[in-house]
Structures are given as C-alpha cells and as structure tokens.
C-alpha cells in the first residue's frame, strides 16, 4: 500500500492564506452588491400574464419592415446610408429596403 502524501505545514498554510484571500474577496465583492441596494430588497417580479398590448396585424408588419430596415442600414457607410434615406423619402420603405439589400450584397 502506498503511504499517504505528508504536506508540511508552510505548504498547509500557503493553502490556507489562498482559500482566506478568495474569501475575502467573495465578501468584498457582496458587501458592494448590498450596498448598492441601499436597504432596498430586489424580488422577483411576477411575470405579467394578459397585460401585454396586443398590436394589430398592420402594426406587426410595419415593425418586422422596420426591423429589416434598421438591420441593412446598420451594415451600411455614412454615404450608403444618406442614399437610402433619400430613397425612402422618396418612394418608401420597402423600397429602401431593397436598395439598402442590393448594397449589403455588393459589400460581400
């Protein structure tokens, strides 16, 4: 049978000191968290059953289309960008939308 592994006490120590200083700083670390709370207790909010605001189909669509919009624009230049405004002042969204497509295909 092998013998158990003797540590010797400055080794015991040393391992001591490091769980000491973890912690610690595990203390420090939730001592800032409470004090930001400032005596407030957080809950849980209960999570909000049928009180959402139900949008109309109309309504739903014109977010996906602004969605799509805000989602090409944010891959185009400064100067692509004006362009497509200027398209979508002029002739509406889903025709921006395109445009601002076409110019996403050329970047890659």
């Not at 595990?26 to 049928?50: C, D, F, V, W, Y």
């Not at 799509?68 to 002042?89: D, F, H, I, N, S």
Request: proline share 4%; hydrophobic share 30%.
């Amino acid at each position: 049978m092998p013998r158990p592994r003797r540590r010797s006490i400055g080794r015991e120590i040393l391992i001591s000191r490091r769980s000491l200083r973890a912690l610690d700083g595990s203390l420090h670390r939730l001592a800032s968290m409470l004090g930001q709370l400032n005596g407030r207790i957080e809950r849980r909010r209960k999570p909000r059953t049928g009180s959402r605001k139900r949008h109309s189909a109309k309504a739903r669509a014109s977010m996906v289309l602004q969605g799509r919009y805000m989602g090409y624009m944010r891959q185009l230049k400064p100067r692509q960008k004006a362009q497509v405004r200027k398209v979508r002042e002029a002739t509406g969204v889903r025709s921006a939308i395109s445009t601002a497509r076409q110019m996403t295909l050329c970047l890659r």
